[in-house]
């Protein structure tokens, strides 16, 4: 039986159409961003955001995440379920409208956000272009119906399954491998974003299993934001209970929970209608002006110290906010679009903020005095910071006129044009000087383990041999003289070992990245070297694999026989031109960009793993253990 006009409750008639799906597989790009891993994990999102809208209307409590060992991905909720009737003026069953025309969306009570169509979010659509094959299944009014498309085209009607006595959506999806460079989605990637979407939207409960490997993850957080800064500082020491600020006027819904640690970053998050706006905006400078303010404001007062007038950096050192701003409207500006244009709520945010960070310390002398103390503190350190900086410039240190020997630069000078692999080690940079471009590639061999960064303040890091000459080559600067705009290579690429020493570097160098520069992680500057974990040679054909999953089908395909096989476990074993082939040609290699989506679980790791607390610290090298074992099978 196929879909009829009878059912009500939802009108059909409500959703929008603005085109067809030949555009999307046209230029997926425009769409998702891009065809690599972050778009292919954008097909996911497209439909997650959609169940998050359910819940945030109200009325889906429950969503599910399933990655399957065949290279689908299976999204399901308990929500109203996608309207199924028809559609008055297409005749078609608003099911397939919403999943074949571009931007059909359904619109929701005006009292509601919807956070679908913000970002990338262009609908569920764009998920089916780019899929071989999809499978959509709605309980809705007592029935169960399905449809199936390829390429993005209905293969089957609307169809009556049976009856069914709940409501929901499950959408299952194969992605078209012929435009997404891979199917391959990291549980990691998924997870860590699926965390923040629960923290975010408090009472949801979001799951993700990840079939391939027996591996699930469930969040629920009753306590929203409250909950995401106490995870920021799990591993921390905090200097007192999380600060919480709740505001809901017309339709601006504000959130702001923080709290203070005793180290010496920033851990700022702010969101809008669910999104990370990497880039800021208007609310995030809203709160930074407020709380700069209202603890200056405070010194004075309370006479905590004559001179010292803090700064907006004196003041967030060592502080976790998440901002949550709901808004109807939202303006996306900026490189990636993740930076808020709205004007108005500048100020609306800013005198939220000074007035209930006013009472709160009012109301709380002891945190207050803890925290301004923390601040005058920072201020003097900077001060000293300055000094250090000044005394390393007159050695001639930071200044990119004396390029330390070791940089093998690149013979072109246009930063766009250009890229530097960051290498570990002496023998593994001679491969890699060998084996280059030396037209745009630079290399700049990094010996032993450069400073623990999440332990020192910016004055003894610029004591350090290997951050100066990192510094120094970069050519953006450091501390409050950093400027991208002097950036000299535009892709920064970590390449190390494919075993435990290299991961910790790699850690390390990210550690860095992320606490001292990590404007050029939010523009895309930074990306991770991919090299191949085995070789495979059959008769005289060569292939080398990048992991486990691409040996296993390899073998599939080929069979075990009269084929040698050997793991790489660094760099150094393959020879420059191997290098050249499997991980440094920008057309055969592949490479990862990083990005500050999973900013919270790596600041987590470099935490756990740098920080002064032993006991987590045990407990992440025994649970990571076994994939070290693994690793030296
Ligand atoms: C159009 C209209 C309505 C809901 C949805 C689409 C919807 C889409 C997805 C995608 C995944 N899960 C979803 N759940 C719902 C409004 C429904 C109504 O008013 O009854």
Redesign the pocket.
């Known amino acids: 039986m196929e879909a009829s006009q009878k059912s009500t409750?939802?009108g059909a008639e409500k959703?929008q159409i603005l085109g067809g799906l030949d555009a999307v597989r046209k230029r997926p790009g425009m769409y998702i961003g891009s065809t690599a891993l972050s778009g292919l994990h954008h097909m996911v999102y497209e439909?997650v955001d959609?169940?998050v809208d359910?819940a945030l209307a109200g009325f889906c409590s429950k969503i599910l995440v399933i990655i399957h060992a065949d290279g689908s991905c299976t999204i399901s909720?308990n929500?109203?379920?996608?309207?199924v009737e028809i559609h008055p003026k297409y005749n078609e069953s608003a099911l397939q409208i919403?999943m074949t025309k571009l931007h059909a969306?359904?619109k929701f009570d005006e009292s509601t956000y919807k956070i679908s169509g913000g970002l990338h979010g262009v609908g569920?659509s764009v998920t089916n272009a780019l899929s071989r094959k999809l499978i959509v299944e709605v309980k809705r009014d007592g029935k169960l119906w399905r449809q199936q498309y390829e390429f993005g085209k209905p293969v089957t009607p609307v169809e009556s399954m049976g009856e069914a006595t709940d409501s929901g959506?499950t959408?299952r999806f194969w992605p078209d491998t012929t435009i997404m460079e891979s199917d391959n989605f990291h549980f990691d990637t998924l997870s860590s974003r699926l965390r923040e979407l629960a923290f975010l939207n408090k009472g949801l409960r979001i799951s993700i299993e990840d079939l391939r490997e027996n591996k699930k993850h469930e969040f629920f957080y009753q306590g929203g934001i409250k909950e995401f800064v106490a995870h920021i500082n799990q591993n921390k020491n905090p200097i007192h209970e999380v600060i919480y600020f709740f505001k809901e006027e017309g339709k601006i819904h504000l959130e702001v929970a923080m709290q203070y640690n005793d180290g010496f970053n920033e851990n700022i998050f702010s969101f809008v209608n669910n999104i990370n706006t990497v880039e800021g905006g208007t609310h995030l400078a809203g709160f930074k002006t407020a709380l700069t303010r209202s603890l200056n404001s405070y010194s004075q007062k309370n006479k905590m110290d004559e001179d010292a007038k803090l700064t907006s950096d004196d003041v967030r050192e060592g502080l976790s906010v998440v901002i949550s701003l709901k808004i109807p409207q939202p303006q996306f500006e900026g490189q990636t679009k993740t930076k808020l244009g709205n004007s108005e709520i500048k100020g609306i945010v800013d005198s939220f903020v000074s007035s209930m960070l006013g009472n709160y310390l009012e109301q709380n002398p002891h945190v207050a005095k803890m925290i301004l103390e923390k601040s005058i503190s920072a201020a003097r350190a900077r001060d000293a910071a300055r000094k250090a900086r000044d005394l390393a410039r007159r050695k001639n240190a930071l200044d990119s006129a004396s390029l330390p020997g070791k940089l093998a630069d690149c013979a072109n000078s246009d930063p766009a044009k250009t890229e530097i692999y960051i290498v570990e080690g002496d023998s593994a940079g001679g491969s890699a000087k060998q084996g280059r471009n030396r037209d745009f590639q630079a290399i700049l061999p990094l010996r032993g383990k450069i400073l623990n960064v999440e332990k020192a303040r910016l004055a003894k890091m610029l004591q350090n041999n290997e951050i100066v000459s990192l510094v120094t080559v970069l050519g953006c600067g450091i501390g409050d003289e950093f400027n991208i705009q002097k950036l000299r290579y535009y892709k920064i690429i970590i390449m190390t070992d494919a075993d435990v020493d290299g991961a910790h570097i790699r850690t390390l160098l990210l550690t860095f990245f992320y606490r001292y520069m990590v404007d050029l992680i939010k523009a895309g500057h930074v990306y991770i070297a991919q090299p191949p974990l085995f070789k495979v040679a059959k008769g005289k054909k060569l292939d080398y694999l990048y992991n486990e999953r691409a040996l296993e089908e390899y073998f599939k395909l080929n069979g075990k026989d009269g084929i040698s096989m050997q793991r790489y476990k660094g760099l150094g074993e393959m020879n420059p031109k191997q290098l050249w082939e499997t991980t440094m040609d920008p057309v055969t290699r592949s490479l990862v960009q990083v990005n500050v989506e999973d900013a919270v679980e790596a600041d987590r790791i470099f935490t756990i793993l740098m920080g002064d607390e032993v006991e987590p610290r045990r407990a992440f090298i025994e649970e990571n253990a076994k994939a070290v074992v693994n690793l030296d099978v």
């Open positions: 409750g939802y959703i439909v959609n169940s359910e909720d929500g109203r379920g996608i309207p919403v969306g359904g569920v959506t959408i």
